[in-house]
């Protein structure tokens, strides 16, 4: 297999060795050209100390293991959570520690004397800081807390990047974001009507009749904004809670959904009782997106879910969009 990723990085060494006496223009904080100068703050503003070389890292959360790993990192992350090890297990070393993300053994963690670690604001939802005595043992314990846009997304990747002496391959991969982000806007700005879309992360059920969706101020919003598409979700605040009534009256044209949980969930969404008017489901236009991890976990890979959403959706006008970050099984090593 070879991932296009992997290309980018490789091309990106190799003008970086090549001109690495060159002088470089000044760059903004939070542009998308990352820094070489190590963070004094974390994401979320809290003050770290960075060590000058990182040989170990503990990863709290998947998006920033997924992240790492395509740094090619693989090897010095010596401690990950539960959900990182189910997706990345194969690109970690078979002695990974494995610990809760939401209530972390602390000492355990301390124990593998890691110069890093990445947390996840998801650990906060309980309201307390699970991490508070690895930061009083003095290990480096940097939070990178929810993304709700593309770009806090490529800030995450780039303070991650710098923190572990991977700048420049970051810059690539930011690159690669943009570009991409950039020739779906402007292939969008020709489609004369936009269709409509209802994103679901859950099917409604007897017991668990919810639909879980994502409003304004989320990145998946941006995200089908940038495809071309109106969320009926759009004016709802953050991440939303609908009825089934809800979801019919707002009649979208198309049904996506990322509901991995539910056994032919396609089927199911099409067979709702009620739902038969519904022009998704009158039309048969409900999908159901190939790697949900893509669209859920933030970092350089919501492109690959920007893409198949893009392609999905609009087929006649996004077919030929490639996903720089595309991995091809058949491609020489």
Request: aromatic residues 6%; negative net charge.
């Amino acid at each position: 297999m070879k991932n296009k990723l992997l290309v980018l990085l490789l091309a990106a060494l190799m003008v970086v060795s090549m001109f690495s006496g060159c002088s470089k223009k000044e760059e903004a904080k939070n542009d998308s050209s990352a820094s070489t100068e190590l963070p004094k703050q974390d994401r979320s503003g809290n003050d770290i100390t960075v060590p000058a070389e990182v040989k170990t890292i503990v990863s709290m959360a998947p998006s920033t293991t997924e992240f790492l790993i395509d740094l090619g990192l693989g090897d010095k992350i010596v401690g990950v959570d539960s959900y990182s090890q189910m997706s990345y297990a194969a690109a970690l070393k078979s002695d990974v520690a494995v610990f809760d993300m939401m209530a972390p053994d602390n000492e355990a963690i301390a124990a593998l004397s890691p110069d890093i670690v990445f947390t996840t604001g998801m650990s906060a939802a309980g309201g307390e800081d699970v991490f508070a005595s690895l930061k009083e043992a003095g290990v480096c314990v940097a939070d990178i807390p929810s993304s709700t846009s593309v770009k806090e997304i490529e800030n995450d990747l780039i303070f991650i990047g710098t923190c572990v002496g991977k700048a420049a391959e970051t810059d690539v991969i930011i690159a690669a974001m943009e570009e991409t982000i950039g020739e779906i806007k402007k292939q969008a700005e020709g489609i004369s009507e936009k269709k409509t879309v209802l994103y679901e992360m859950s099917t409604p059920t007897a017991d668990y009749p919810t639909i879980y969706s994502a409003g304004k101020d989320t990145y998946i919003d941006e995200l089908l904004s940038i495809a071309g598409l109106t969320s009926v979700t759009a004016d709802q605040d953050s991440w939303v809670g609908l009825s089934e009534e809800a979801c019919i009256e707002m009649d979208p044209d198309i049904i996506l959904t990322t509901d991995t949980y539910t056994p032919d969930v396609v089927n199911v969404l099409l067979g709702l009782e009620g739902w038969e008017n519904v022009k998704a489901v009158a039309n048969g236009d409900v999908y159901l997106l190939a790697n949900s991890d893509a669209l859920n976990r933030p970092n350089q890979h919501v492109v690959s879910a920007l893409v198949e959403i893009a392609k999905t959706c609009y087929p006649d006008v996004f077919g030929d969009l490639a996903d720089p970050f595309e991995v091809e099984e058949n491609a020489a090593a």
